[in-house]
């Protein structure tokens, strides 16, 4: 049985991008008016060229090509359980609620699997009302059905993140005088005009980033995202450095120097980090200083941690390894998943020994949390 025409009009094109918009599309106002103009210019054509039409309007990339004929479907197939008109065509009631939730259902049914429900309440919720909640949720409180999804938009709101960090390294600070004489060379070709000024000036340096990421069983339930996160920072950025840590310290820069996040989770699992170990955080500290420190801890630095500050060594020895850090280093950051809980205090004997020579102390338990790194670098 052929599948069902969808309603062309203005307002359920408008609704359709707003749909692909919640689900990873970047529809905003000037593709989703493209894409009415462009379903009127071609008038009554078949399914498949409608597709295309909106397609080509709203699409800028193969991931955004690829992802389109699913939103499509998703989106158009509630059309056949609407309610019919008395004439018998279909009523305009897609854009209601349920409708909505129907589509969202059949779009994410392939990657997190049938959302099991308790008492009749689906977990499933549509929309950029998914994407909110997801984003704020504790890492440590993600319900099975939903961490494909997380995953998907933590991927995404941490490539954007990185991307516009990419574009602002890019962009050179203008010095505080001009080069007077390279003005005046540079406008010779241009009969004498100064259109492009010269400054002077030293090139401003790109940060190095080092981050060093616990993984003990305390953390379990955080140190997988906060991978992905070191991915997709890494993925942007070639002065990037990461290191996992419990009881011992292991260099992964290179495991993340992938184009593929499965292949270097894969390669990942392959390799002896001690995972959901014990936790050391002074020690491995020291055997950081010890073998990285000297190569990696420069002025133009950021030594970001990633640990819930619980620690079975001694207080003394993470004070003072953390305190040659912060000697060495432009800045030291400490993001702490517990700290996003209301009545978290960081009173633990070596989280009060370390955040004297931290110069940021932030949260990491979410999506939101993390995302604000931008902000504080």
């Excluded at 080092?210 to 997988?224: E, K, P, R, T, W």
């Excluded at 491995?284 to 950021?302: A, D, I, P, W, Y």
Aim: proline share 4%; charged share 25%; net charge positive.
């Amino acid at each position: 049985m052929p599948p069902e025409e969808p309603d062309r009009s203005a307002a359920s094109i408008l609704a359709f991008c707003q749909f692909a918009r919640a689900h990873g599309l970047p529809a905003g106002v000037q593709q989703s008016l493209a894409a009415v103009e462009a379903a009127k210019s071609i008038g009554e054509v078949a399914r498949q060229e409608f597709a295309f039409t909106l397609r080509a309007a709203l699409t800028s990339s193969k991931h955004e090509w690829d992802l389109f004929p699913q939103l499509f479907e998703a989106f158009w197939s509630a059309s056949r359980h609407r309610d019919k008109t008395p004439s018998g065509k279909v009523g305009k009631s897609g854009q209601d609620a349920q409708e909505h939730q129907a589509s969202f259902q059949a779009l994410t049914k392939e990657s997190i699997g049938e959302g099991s429900t308790a008492e009749g309440e689906t977990k499933s919720v549509w929309g950029a009302s998914a994407q909110q909640r997801l984003q704020k949720m504790d890492f440590s409180n993600v319900p099975q059905d939903d961490f494909a999804l997380m995953e998907e938009i933590a991927m995404r709101l941490f490539r954007r993140m990185s991307l516009r960090f990419s574009r602002r390294f890019k962009i050179r600070d203008l010095a505080e005088r001009v080069d007077i004489r390279r003005t005046i060379r540079r406008s010779i070709p241009r009969g004498g005009d100064p259109i492009v000024l010269a400054f002077q000036g030293r090139k401003p340096q790109k940060r190095r980033l080092v981050i060093f990421l616990d993984i003990s069983g305390s953390m379990n339930a955080y140190s997988l995202f906060l991978v992905r996160f070191a991915y997709a920072l890494q993925r942007y950025f070639k002065r990037v450095d990461t290191f996992l840590f419990s009881t011992e310290v292991v260099e992964i820069t290179e495991v993340l120097r992938t184009s593929d996040l499965r292949e270097a989770l894969r390669r990942l699992s392959q390799k002896a980090v001690g995972w959901a170990g014990g936790t050391k955080i002074g020690e491995s500290l020291k055997e950081f200083n010890r073998q990285f420190g000297r190569k990696l801890l420069t002025g133009n630095s950021v030594f970001i941690i990633l640990s819930d500050g619980w620690d079975t060594g001694e207080p003394e020895l993470l004070a003072e390894e953390l305190r040659r850090i912060s000697q060495r280093v432009q800045q030291v950051v400490w993001l702490n998943p517990l700290l996003g809980l209301e009545e978290y205090e960081p009173v633990t004997r070596g989280m009060s020994a370390a955040l004297p020579h931290v110069d940021v102390f932030a949260p990491a338990h979410n999506l939101e949390s993390l995302v604000a790194l931008e902000r504080i670098l």
